[in-house]
Nanobody, 123 residues
């Protein structure tokens, strides 16, 4: 299983950014996916998750209404559209995959992880 996250960068507060995660080596439609992030000096935290079918999504309260997760089972891609970015969104963002169960808020439920992409939001 390989997950490759991309799309990070330096933006200003209020800007938008879309992160992408490309999956390979799996039957992507069998996997629920999620995005987590880790800011400097902080623990990794859940951002958003999506069920393998794409029909159910979860969001952290801190991003609800600003971020949208989506999944393309044909392209084997998962995205997170991030709008109205804030300096507090600055972190390394990771995509994660799990085959069994629904999308989860807990990182220990995901056995597969991408390498992370850095998002920096300046004020």
């Amino acid at each position: 299983v390989q997950l490759q996250a991309s799309g990070g960068g330096l933006v200003q507060a209020g800007d938008s950014l879309r992160l992408s995660c490309a999956a390979s080596g799996i039957t992507f439609s069998d996997y629920s996916m999620a995005w987590f992030r880790q800011a400097p000096g902080k623990e990794r935290e859940f951002v958003a998750g999506i069920h393998r079918s794409g029909g159910r999504t979860l969001y952290a309260d801190s991003v609800k209404g600003r971020f949208t997760i989506s999944k393309d089972n044909v392209k084997k891609m998962v995205y997170v559209q991030m709008n109205t970015l804030k300096p507090g969104d600055t972190a390394v963002y990771y995509c994660a995959a799990r085959r069994i169960g629904l999308a989860s808020r807990f990182d220990y439920d995901y056995p597969y992880w991408g390498q992370g992409t850095l998002v920096t939001v300046s004020s």
